[in-house]
């Protein structure tokens, strides 16, 4: 059973306008949740997190947004960009030995931003 | 961007051959993990490492093992390869001062198994 769901596969916007990504979590011990960006043949970049205390986190045209009495996460561009045509990866993590963290993925959305 | 690299990058293997990969850090992070990417699973742990000698399991361990003998390397082995662990392979590393629980990933090993 996936701890951490994303259930569009695939997401089409045009350039401008808002790209909305889902993710929804089912494991209450995640304390953060981030999200990556990836491209074809690269690792995932780091995009953006949230702490499980706080229900919103901007930087620049990305937001993320955390409700967690719905176990749920969502990723805003304003406005989408072609560049940000990628494959987006939600991530939840928690502890497992000391300091050392588990990230469980999501199965990705790939954005892809019409210009 | 961290400096990980991992080699590798790719590999064409027959099935019941050893296969290692490698994943080499400039960061001088404490914690370095492995994942493997599969199409609809994300990418999923491996294993992982806490300190030099110090690895333990992760989500999906069956038929791989690791070392790390100095901070800046951490090695995947394969011991006997077999198709299903055809996948794309990546490291990451995390616990720099100020430690969060953000990771950094390499650029990732493709590694097909025949």
């Known amino acids: 059973d996936q701890q951490v769901k994303q259930n569009s596969p695939s997401l089409s916007v045009q350039e401008g306008r808002i790209s909305i990504l889902n993710c929804d979590y089912t494991n209450s011990m995640f304390d953060y949740f981030l999200w990556y960006k990836k491209y074809p043949a690269e690792g995932p970049t780091f995009l953006i997190s949230?702490?499980?205390?706080?229900d919103k986190n901007e930087d620049g045209r990305f937001t993320v947004f955390l409700n967690k009495s719905a176990k749920h996460l969502s990723l805003h561009i304003v406005p989408s960009q072609p560049g940000d045509s990628a494959v987006y990866f939600c991530a939840a993590s928690a502890r497992i030995s000391g300091s050392a963290r588990q990230l469980t993925f999501g199965s990705g959305t790939q954005l892809t931003v019409l210009p | 961007d961290a400096g990980i690299t991992q080699s590798p990058r790719h590999k064409v293997t027959e099935t019941g051959t050893p296969v290692t990969l490698r994943c080499h850090q400039t960061?001088?992070?404490?914690?370095m993990y492995w994942y493997r990417q599969d199409p609809g699973h994300g990418l999923r742990l491996i294993h992982y490492?806490?300190?030099?000698?110090?690895?333990d399991k992760g989500e999906v361990s069956d038929g791989y093992s690791v070392s790390r003998s100095k901070t800046e390397d951490f090695l995947l082995t394969l011991e006997s390869a077999t198709s299903s662990q055809t996948s794309v392979y990546f490291c990451a590393i995390s616990g720099g001062s100020g430690a969060t629980a953000k990771q950094y990933f390499g650029p990732g090993t493709r590694l097909t198994v025949t």
């Open positions: 960061e001088n992070h404490r914690y």
């Open positions: 490492s806490y300190g030099v000698k110090d690895t």
């Open positions: 949230i702490s499980s205390i706080k």
